[in-house]
C-alpha cells in the first residue's frame, strides 16, 4: 500500500544544462534510467524519498492487520489475511533494496522512520476496532493503493518500475479479498450490514486523502511529471478511484459517508464534497490516533530482530570465510 501525495521533487541542483538537457532526453525517449546511470541530484534525491516512504508504508502498513490474524473469523480468513500481510512485508523489502541501489541503507531509512523524520502513509494512523476494518481496509486502502501505484510500472526509473509489476499482481488479491469480506457482511445479518456501513463511514474520507494534497496545493508535483516518476497527478488519480468505488458501494448496499456525492452527467465523473485537509495535515503531522503506537511496535519489532540480523550477518562471513579457504585450497 501507498500513497504518493506528499513527495515534492528536488528540483534545484547544480548539474550543466547539456546534462540536464541529455538526462530529459532519455526520459522523453522512455528510456529507463538504471542504477549505475549518470542522474541529476535532484532525480535521486527524489525517488530515494519516494521509494523509502513507499517500503515504510509497507511495512506499517502491515501493523493494524496483523492486529486481526488471531482475530480472524474462520481459517480460510484467517490464510488469506496472513498471505495478505506477507505480501505486504516482500513489498516493502523489494522496495528498500530498490532505494538501495540508489545509495541509501536500509539501517540508514529504518532509522529515518523510527526517529520520526521519514514519512510514511498516513492512512495508517487510523485504528481497526472491527473486522469489517480489514475488509474496508483491502477493498479502498489497497484500491487506492493501486489506483497510485499502477502508472508507477512506467516509472522512468527501471528498478522501481520493475518491482512495481509484482506488487500491483499481489495488491489486486489483496483488493479482491477485501472486497469479498465486505461483501459477506453486506450480504449478511443487518447489524453485519451495518459493521461494514460504520468501516466504510471510517475510512472513506481517510482513503480519498490517500492520493494527497489538491493538485493547487501539491508542491513540485510537476517536476515529479516530467521526469516520469509520476505520470498522473494527485486529483487525476482521486477521480480515477472515486468513479471505480462508488459503482462496488453501490452494488453492496453501502453509502459512502459524502452527503455532497453526485454523479455528474454531462462530464461522467462522480463529484465528491469538501475534503477536511486540517485533518489530513493533523494526521501526518503526527497527530493521527495511532501514530504512536505504530512507531512503537516498529521500534520493537526492529529491536526483537537485532538479534537475527546479526546472527545472519555471522553466518554470511563464515560462509564467506570458508568459500575463500577452499578456493585457496584447490589453488
Ligand atoms: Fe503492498
Ligand atoms: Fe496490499
Redesign the pocket.
Known sequence: ?YAQGLIGADGASDESEEFLAAFQARIDAEEKIEPNDAMPEGYRKTLTRQIAQHAHSEIV?MLPEGNWITRAPTLRRKAALLA?VQ??GG?GLYLYAAAETLGVSREQMTEELLCGKAKYSSIFNYPTPTWADIGTIGWLV?GA?IMNQIPLCRCSFGPYARAMIRVCK??SF?HRQGYEIVMTLAQGTPEQKQMAQDSLDRWWWPSLMMFGPSDSDSVHSEQSMTWKIKRFSNDDLRQKFIDATIPQAEYLGLKVPDPDMRFNEETGHHEHGEIDWDEFWRVVKGGGKMNRDRIADRKKAWDDGAWVREAALAHAEKRRARQEATLEAAE
Open positions: 500500500m502498513g495478505k505480501d505486504e513489498h489497497d493503493a499481489e495488491e489483496h
